[in-house]
């Protein structure tokens, strides 16, 4: 008995210090995926889209819920701490659960250049260690996982989304994706539930599109398996959906009720472009540049040759991932009539509800996890000659990222890019439509965390019949006898000061929209006033006087909405407590063993 102790605390040991070395290694990565940026002290906002909006956007988003939370208001829905403070729904749309760990680092430290890069990095580590856990759970290979997590989380086309675009929802959902694609292989085999729960949790809060491209993709792959699904394994798939309802219910059900509620604009249609063909998709995988890796990165592209040259010696659930990452590619080429000229315009897919993807190329997410791992398994397994193959890949994974950053900070001092000076929009139109631009001071942050948005550029959730009110809402302008103006400076959380000139104003209209379905309202100081909403749905007050005003704009949800707090915590409840017995039954089995 003591011979077996001391064997089992030496194997407790090893793999303890395995573990430490695997983070260690991991931290080493994640630092080194960012040092070039870091050093050379500059963020590329223009990714040559209407003058790279996206990195303000979601950037707003983070500046929103670190105000919200410092002020107490844990679960903001409504937008009155950035974007213009106009009570916009973005922050209801748009999920933000799974930014809450970067608002809270932007606490601590505020946000400059260097604490930027900073939380980057530490999101690149949290990818490693998902991409490396989850895929173990299928592998049960310690190289393969290592392998996979290195080439995944380095790839061009996850920097593509952290530096170049920097899309907060896309670069998230991109490292929990392997949480769920795996979990779905766990599903598949032992009808285990969990991983692919938490994994599909974390995706819906993250970004919804690519959690409904996930969905779909699985609920076609389980079609295609349907003969592994006994009654065991599909409980686990009743009970994945029911927790995943109620654990996302916060997000989905104040979302449904105020679609229904309200006649809203939504996301821009940008017609589906971004199909190719297959030879030019592999090209540019090949090139590995980080300014078009929207597509496969290259060592997806490897993956894509070695599934081919391999494909009588993978197993089950590589071969699916083969075939899934096969398909997913050829839809999104020319195959399809996604906005091609000369096609009738009764079969285009960007005018049926295919629209909301926006860019064909979103699907070529979940096709470069699976030619990752794919690329992974060949490499450790059959070309791994004296075990010297896979470290250098992985040394060359590492010098691909590191010129990765360099192509992006080549791209900030090209030709036709600006250091930002100014605000991103002004009176409704964007400034550097025509001018990129980068930001090398903490100053000129400002600029972007302050900009007001353009409510006609970025129109998205805002009621439409305010559509014709976008350049009073965008600029934080009341409005009155049509042309008079008086600005609100926002004070955060619904909080604004303003100064009326005249002796009195009647029927002022508040840059502020109001949805139907919620309650506002109005207090000067600790009075509240009357107050109602016109034909363009902003709040109106009666009268103001002459004077210096500190305003409150009160919101009061409907019973549905805050009943889906309760759901959600429900559902983390009902999670929780099938986990606790999970872990207990695990320990009694390993009891029993011994």
Same mark, same amino acid.
């Given at each position: 008995?003591?011979?077996?102790?001391?064997?089992?605390? =030496?194997?407790?040991?090893?793999?303890?210090?395995?573990?430490?070395?695997?983070?260690?290694?991991?931290?080493? /990565?994640?630092?080194?995926?960012?040092?070039?940026?870091?050093?050379?002290? /500059?963020?590329?906002?223009g990714n040559g889209i209407d003058g790279g909006y996206d990195m303000m956007f979601h950037f707003q988003r983070v500046e929103?819920?670190?105000?919200?939370?410092?002020?107490?208001?844990?679960? !903001?829905?409504?937008?009155?701490?950035?974007?213009s403070s106009n009570g916009n729904a973005v922050m209801q749309f748009y999920p933000? +659960?799974?930014?809450?760990?970067?608002?809270?680092?932007?606490?601590l430290f505020r946000p400059t250049i260097s604490s930027i890069y900073f939380a980057f990095m530490i999101l690149v580590f949290v990818g490693l260690i998902i991409s490396y856990y989850s895929s173990k759970s299928i592998?049960?290979?310690?190289?393969?996982?290592?392998?996979?997590?290195?080439?995944?989380?380095?790839?061009?086309?996850?920097?593509?989304? @952290? *530096? &170049? %675009?920097?899309? *907060?929802?896309?670069?998230?959902?991109?490292?929990?994706? !392997?949480?769920? +694609? #795996?979990? #779905? *292989?766990?599903?598949?085999?032992?009808?285990?539930?969990? &991983?692919?729960?938490?994994? *599909?949790i974390l995706l819906i809060f993250s970004h919804v599109l690519t959690s409904l491209l996930? /969905?779909?993709?699985?609920?076609?792959?389980?079609?295609c398996d349907y003969k592994k699904f006994d009654v065991a394994k599909i409980i686990s798939v009743a009970k994945i959906f029911v927790i995943t309802v109620l654990c996302t219910a916060i997000w989905w059900l104040p979302c449904l009720y105020l679609m229904m509620k309200n006649n809203l604009r939504y996301p821009r249609n940008f017609d589906l472009v971004g199909a190719t063909d297959i030879v030019h998709l592999i090209t540019v995988g090949l090139h590995d540049n980080i300014q078009m890796s929207d597509m496969i990165s290259f060592f997806a592209v490897i993956g894509l040759i070695l599934s081919l040259v391999f494909w009588k010696k993978l197993d089950d659930d590589t071969k699916g991932l083969a075939f899934v990452s096969i398909t997913t590619l050829i839809l999104t080429t020319g195959i399809l009539p996604w906005s091609q000229l000369g096609v009738a315009p009764w079969i285009i897919l960007a005018r049926t509800p295919l629209a909301i993807l926006q860019f064909c190329w979103r699907l070529d997410v979940i096709p470069e996890l699976c030619l990752m791992y794919i690329a992974s398994v060949c490499l450790v397994k059959y070309l791994n000659i004296r075990k010297l193959v896979v470290p250098a890949v992985i040394i060359l994974a590492v010098i691909l990222?590191? $010129? $990765?950053? #360099?192509?992006?900070?080549?791209? @900030?001092?090209?030709?036709?890019?600006?250091?930002?000076?100014?605000?991103?929009f002004h009176r409704d139109r964007i400034k550097y439509s025509k001018n990129r631009y980068y930001i090398?001071?903490?100053?000129?942050?400002?600029?972007?965390?302050?900009?007001?948005?353009?409510?006609?550029?970025? !129109?998205?959730?805002?009621?439409?019949?305010?559509?014709?009110?976008?350049? #009073?809402?965008? &600029?934080?302008?009341?409005?009155?006898?049509?042309? =008079?103006?008086?600005?609100?400076?926002?004070?955060?959380?619904?909080?604004?000061?303003?100064?009326? =000139?005249?002796? %009195?104003?009647?029927?002022?209209?508040?840059?502020?929209?109001?949805?139907?379905?919620?309650?506002?309202? /109005?207090?000067?100081?600790?009075?509240?006033?009357?107050?109602?909403?016109?034909?363009?749905?902003?709040?109106?007050?009666?009268?103001l006087h002459h004077g210096y005003y500190k305003l409150h704009i009160k919101v009061i949800y409907p019973h549905i909405i805050n009943a889906s707090k309760y759901l959600t915590i429900l559902g983390f409840l009902i999670f929780i407590a099938y986990f606790v017995m999970a872990e207990l039954d695990y320990r009694k089995e390993g009891r029993l063993s011994d």
């Open positions: 008995m003591h011979i077996f102790n001391s064997y089992y605390q =030496k194997v407790t040991h090893n793999k303890y210090l395995f573990n430490l070395s695997i983070i260690i290694s991991f931290l080493l /990565i994640s630092f080194v995926s960012i040092i070039c940026l870091l050093h050379s002290h /500059i963020i590329y906002g929103d819920l670190s105000r919200a939370i410092q002020s107490g208001h844990l679960l !903001p829905r409504l937008t009155f701490n950035a974007m933000y +659960i799974t930014l809450y760990p970067i608002a809270i680092f932007f606490i592998s049960h290979n310690k190289l393969i996982s290592y392998t996979f997590a290195i080439l995944y989380c380095t790839s061009s086309m996850i920097m593509f989304y @952290a *530096l &170049e %675009a920097i899309d *907060l929802g896309v670069l998230m959902a991109m490292l929990f994706l !392997p949480l769920a +694609i #795996f979990g #779905f *292989l766990n599903l598949l085999h032992d009808g285990s539930w969990m &991983e692919l729960t938490i994994g *599909l996930l /969905i779909v993709t699985l609920l076609i792959w389980a079609l990222q590191i $010129n $990765n950053q #360099f192509q992006v900070l080549n791209s @900030a001092k090209g030709a036709n890019v600006l250091p930002i000076n100014r605000y991103i090398n001071r903490d100053s000129q942050l400002k600029y972007v965390l302050r900009s007001r948005t353009s409510a006609s550029t970025i !129109p998205d959730y805002y009621p439409a019949a305010s559509q014709p009110m976008n350049l #009073f809402i965008s &600029e934080s302008n009341g409005s009155y006898l049509g042309v =008079k103006t008086v600005h609100f400076r926002s004070l955060n959380n619904g909080y604004y000061n303003i100064h009326v =000139k005249p002796n %009195a104003i009647y029927n002022l209209n508040l840059p502020i929209v109001k949805y139907n379905g919620i309650r506002y309202q /109005i207090y000067l100081g600790n009075k509240r006033i009357h107050s109602s909403y016109g034909k363009d749905h902003l709040l109106v007050t009666k009268v």
